[in-house]
T-cell receptor
Framework: DTGVSQNPRHKITKRGQNVTFRCDPISEHNRLYWYRQTLGQGPEFLTYFQNEAQLEKSRLLSDRFSAERPKGSFSTLEIQRTEQGDSAMYLC????????????????FGAGSRLTVL | AQRVTQPEKLLSVFKGAPVELKCNYSYSGSPELFWYVQYSRQRLQLLLR??SRESIKGFTADLNKGETSFHLKKPFAQEEDSAMYYCALSGYTGFQKLVFGTGTRLLVSP
């Protein structure tokens, strides 16, 4: 297992286009998270899956954003009709366990997918 | 609402000097606190968590509920400690997202 894998690593697109990012978490991890990070800021929570169920979504996740984890394994984050404000690093993370002592809040991050919207 | 404040964007010290990266939090319940680190060209990774009460790479952090702080300390900084450090907070009840501060860049000069 090579950890959390994200593709593509870089994406440059024109405003109005759709983009999709993929995340492959650590195989034993049942929890998967998407975060967004812009310059000078810490990661901001977008959404969370436990297995295939999307259990939490941030208000940051407008209706142009959709995330799926169809079989409880990999996840995709799609942004429709991209805007320049969507330019950011999109981070995926995963964790295991059902409680805090088992490491449920110990996140393993991927390298991120950097989106540039022209 | 959960909030994490890291007042310093940059902390620059010389090798061998003590280091303290400040973190203050706001949370109405009982928090779980973390420090994550990102070295140059590497992924964001966990450094330590308050529940473990460990010293990792010489770093320690004590949760002070009275002052709502979780400062990261190291008595003698090394050049390899240069990195971006993020303090993060989660709650204990149910699912509580991990909320990050804006980060502090630590630069250790020879």
């Amino acid at each position: 297992d090579t950890g959390v894998s994200q593709n593509p690593r870089h994406k440059i697109t024109k405003r109005g286009q759709n983009v999709t990012f993929r995340c492959d978490p650590i195989s034993e991890h049942n929890r998967l998270y998407w975060y967004r990070q812009t310059l000078g800021q810490g990661p901001e929570f977008l959404t969370y899956f436990q297995n295939e169920a999307q259990l939490e979504k941030s208000r940051l996740l407008s209706d142009r954003f959709s995330a799926e984890r169809p079989k409880g394994s990999f996840s995709t984050l799609e942004i429709q009709r991209t805007e320049q404000g969507d330019s950011a690093m999109y981070l995926c993370a995963s964790s295991a366990g059902r409680g805090r002592l088992s490491g449920a809040n110990v996140l393993t991050f991927g390298a991120g997918s950097r989106l540039t919207v022209l | 609402a959960q909030r994490v404040t890291q007042p310093e964007k940059l902390l620059s010290v010389f090798k061998g000097a003590p280091v303290e990266l400040k973190c203050n939090y706001s949370y109405s319940g009982s928090p779980e606190l973390f420090w994550y680190v990102q070295y140059s060209r590497q992924r964001l990774q966990l450094l330590l968590r308050h529940i473990s009460r460990e010293s990792i790479k010489g770093f320690t952090a004590d949760l002070n509920k009275g002052e709502t702080s979780f400062h990261l300390k190291k008595p003698f900084a090394q050049e390899e400690d240069s990195a971006m450090y993020y303090c993060a907070l989660s709650g204990y009840t149910g699912f509580q997202k991990l909320v990050f501060g804006t980060g502090t860049r630590l630069l250790v000069s020879p």
